[in-house]
């Protein structure tokens, strides 16, 4: 699949484990993913965090849910999804380099490409119901949003 603002085809990927059962040896509990949360982290995070400390490949084959299914249902879902989330502060920190250095014309083009992309992002979910229907980007307000 191509890249949304630029030329590449990229083919790499993660491999997934064939046994999609747990390890024998795995003792754990969502209790782990209920703590990091309240730390602050977001689910890619506290996926990191398993795999690295725990020995947790896929979390979905261990608790039987993905970890942001598991945080909604008991009430720590982020707000904002995580991917719009982290394309907002891009592009909050674009702006912000793009107000000392005013001619900077790649940044504002860069700026236009990110921001398009959120305008893409947020229609999708808004259709999705994950954001409602009149939220609405604006880059005025976008730095209260990731701070």
């Known amino acids: 699949m191509g890249r949304m603002h630029s030329s590449g085809k990229g083919i790499s990927s993660s491999a997934l484990p064939y046994k999609r059962s747990p390890p024998s040896w795995l003792k ?5 993913i209920f703590k990091l949360a ?7 995070q506290i996926g990191v ?6 020995g947790i490949a896929q979390v979905k084959n261990v608790t039987g849910n993905k970890i ?4 909604k249902s008991n009430g720590l879902g982020p707000e904002i999804p995580e991917d719009l989330y982290h394309l907002i502060k891009k592009a909050v920190a674009v702006r912000k380099h793009l107000e000392k250095n005013r001619k900077d014309c790649d940044g504002k083009f860069r700026l236009i490409l990110i921001e398009s ?3 893409r ?3 999708y979910y808004k259709t999705a119901g994950q954001l409602p229907p009149t939220w609405k980007y604006e880059s ?3 730095s209260a949003l990731v701070a």
Not at 68 to 71: D, G, H, N
């Open 49 to 54: 965090i398993l795999r690295d400390s725990q």
């Open 68 to 71: 942001l299914r598991i945080l």
């Open 140 to 142: 005025a307000t976008a």
């Open 38 to 44: 309240k730390k602050g982290m977001t689910p890619s």
């Open 117 to 119: 992309r959120i305008h």
């Open 28 to 32: 754990t509990s969502p209790r782990i």
């Open 121 to 123: 992002l947020a229609r």
